[in-house]
């Protein structure tokens, strides 16, 4: 049986604060409500670092203030600064490389009174050679995880941190946390907003590069349309009117979606209408086109395309088809049929 004194008896307990020490945590209490107002009313990413960093400083007292944020496996420097609110040069980004890898590994804070000398990190070599006397380092967390960490140091002998800094900093730190969260989320609704807007705009330039309606033939009714997975893609068609009278259909798909997808498109279609004027029929023009695309395509980017030549005089139609689905022929006795002859690679897999 333990014969040590019960942990809830008076003798075991810590003392009470003193009056001085009552007055330092009140101050830390009326300092923190001040900062937690200043850092919630940023709105911008910078200003809201600096601010984060700068009270920091003043409520610990510190020296110098570092703020680090996760970045991929490792932590970067977002902000450092001075006890005069100065930013630091790199060059002078020392901080004890150890104590901030194992915060931000475990999400535990660290204090280290007059580190130089202190037996837990004697072997650090980290911490005796930037000569601190103390260290404070805690770590940024929400309920997503661990954000990063802030860490403040000193050298002045007037000021070294103890066990009861640790509650306000790390008060302090979940307020950060709060607030870096909060304003990376509106940046991210912001770039979101941004990016939606593109592409409307990108959308409605895009309908600008495909014909809205299908050119009056005399013996040819027709209708074109598209309505795109995403805002937009690689879906393109054209109607092509030749100087002799005879009309040409192309109906193509890029491979991928989005942007890309949407400006491969936009200059195919403009290559497509170069190569049917100058070869003036189907297998030259879609020879023409693969070389151009199989040159031109970046990350295995390919098209596959439906190019059909109509011509009026003699009520027939000439087609080649590059890797696209088979279109439906319907005959005036309503017989619907598909042309599955004549199927090829599409553009832009093989050269010549």
Not at 92 to 102: C, L, T, Y
Request: some cysteine; charged content about 25%.
């Amino acid at each position: 049986m333990s014969t040590g004194p019960d942990p809830k008896t008076p003798d075991s307990r810590a003392p009470d604060p003193t009056p001085a020490e009552q007055r330092l945590d009140a101050e830390g209490m009326r300092l923190l409500l001040e900062v937690s107002r200043r850092i919630n009313a940023e709105r911008d990413p910078e200003s809201l670092l600096a601010a984060v960093v700068d009270s920091l400083v003043s409520v610990t007292k510190a020296d110098r203030g570092f703020l680090m944020l996760k970045e991929g496996a490792g932590l970067r420097f977002a902000m450092a600064r001075d006890r005069k609110g100065r930013p630091l040069e790199a060059a002078k980004f020392r901080v004890s490389e150890s104590v901030v890898k194992e915060v931000a590994e475990t999400g535990e804070t660290r204090l280290i009174d007059d580190a130089a000398s202190s037996d837990a990190y004697h072997a650090r070599l980290s911490i005796i050679n930037l000569s601190l006397r103390t260290i404070l380092c805690v770590a940024l967390k929400t309920g997503r995880g661990i954000l990063g960490v802030i860490y403040v140091d000193s050298n002045a002998i007037t000021r070294r941190f103890s066990e009861r800094d640790v509650p306000l900093v790390e008060a302090f730190a979940a307020q950060a946390a709060v607030s870096l969260e909060r304003v990376r989320l509106e940046q991210a609704e912001i770039e979101r907003d941004r990016m939606r807007r593109q592409l409307e705009t990108a959308a409605e330039i895009q309908q600008t590069f495909l014909p809205s309606t299908f050119p009056e033939v005399e013996g040819l009714s027709g209708a074109v349309a598209t309505v795109p997975a995403l805002q937009v893609g690689g879906d393109l068609y054209d109607v092509i009117r030749f100087p002799d009278g005879r009309i040409g259909l192309v109906v193509g798909d890029v491979s991928g979606k989005g942007v890309p997808a949407a400006l491969f498109g936009a200059r195919l279609l403009s290559d497509v209408r170069y190569e049917a004027l100058f070869h003036d029929d189907v297998a030259g023009t879609l020879a023409a086109v693969n070389d151009i695309v199989a040159r031109r395509s970046t990350r295995g980017m390919f098209v596959t395309l439906l190019y059909a030549v109509y011509e009026p005089a003699a009520h027939a139609i000439t087609f080649g088809n590059a890797g696209h689905l088979s279109p439906y022929v319907r005959s005036a006795t309503g017989e619907v049929s598909r042309w599955e002859d004549g199927v090829g690679l599409p553009l832009g897999i093989v050269p010549g």
